[in-house]
């Protein structure tokens, strides 16, 4: 069965320095890969997703992945943090359903 | 386009009670799924339906925990008894999946959350 290890549950950064939020996986079959955040006493939103063709994924909020396959890797960046940015954010990994991993917490100090 | 609707938004109850929620999914969805997610944890898959069918419950505690989905739409998700380790954030989310591909998101709810006390 896939899984997803998600590399630090909390993560600090500051107003606009760099975001890397690390997820690897596992899979039996090429995957689909996806990354969500949620906000407090909200449910899960779609950043960006990863299914085939091209390996850097866009998303919003100025956020982009990039699949790779050698490192069972999936990281999130940002080039510049914003307060809003602020939130735990969630890797899931789909091959027969979807798995998630344990989630990172992001604190964006001014 | 309205988003995945779960009810209630909160609920306490007992351990031993029994308490239900239900979710009604994005218009069209065929794929529909049930996580329950503890506090500081990511969501942990407890149901998968395509239409009114399972297609994955290999982690639904089947002794106190029952789901179904009637004619494909709306569903229900049981705790009877509940214990204390059941009190955690239920999410519903749906997909279109119709054919069974996995490569389309998934729509989450905003979640019911339980505390048994």
């Known amino acids: 069965a896939q899984s997803v290890t998600q590399l630090g549950s909390h993560v600090s950064v500051s107003e606009g320095a760099l975001v890397l939020l690390r997820c690897n996986y596992s899979?039996?079959?090429?995957?689909?890969l996806f990354w969500y955040v949620q906000y407090p006493n909200q449910g899960l939103q779609l950043l960006l997703k990863?299914?085939?063709?091209?390996?850097l994924v866009k998303g919003i909020n100025g956020f982009e992945a990039e699949f790779k396959k050698s490192e069972t890797s999936f990281h999130l960046t940002k080039p510049s943090a914003h307060m809003s940015d602020a939130a735990e954010y969630f890797c899931?990994?789909?091959?027969?359903?979807?798995?998630f991993g344990a989630g990172t917490r992001l604190t964006v100090k001014p | 386009e309205a988003g995945v609707a779960q009810s209630p938004r909160y609920k306490i109850i007992e351990k031993r009670q029994s308490v239900a929620f239900w979710c009604n999914p994005i218009?069209?969805?065929?794929?529909l799924y049930w996580y329950q997610q503890i506090l500081g944890q990511g969501p942990k898959l407890l149901i998968q339906?395509?239409?009114?069918?399972?297609?994955?419950d290999s982690q639904l505690p089947k002794d106190r925990f029952s789901a179904e989905r009637l004619k494909g739409v709306d569903s229900t998700l049981k705790i009877q008894p509940a214990k204390l380790e059941d009190s955690a954030v239920y999410l519903c989310?749906?997909?279109?999946?119709?054919?069974?591909?996995?490569?389309?998101?998934?729509?989450f709810g905003q979640g019911t959350r339980l505390t048994v006390v």
């Open positions: 899931a990994v789909v091959d027969n359903d979807m798995r």
């Open positions: 218009s069209g969805h065929a794929t």
């Open positions: 899979s039996s079959v090429p995957p689909y």
């Open positions: 989310a749906s997909s279109s999946t119709r054919t069974g591909a996995m490569n389309t998101e998934a729509f």
């Open positions: 990863y299914t085939t063709g091209a390996t």
């Open positions: 339906f395509q239409n009114n069918g399972v297609v994955d």
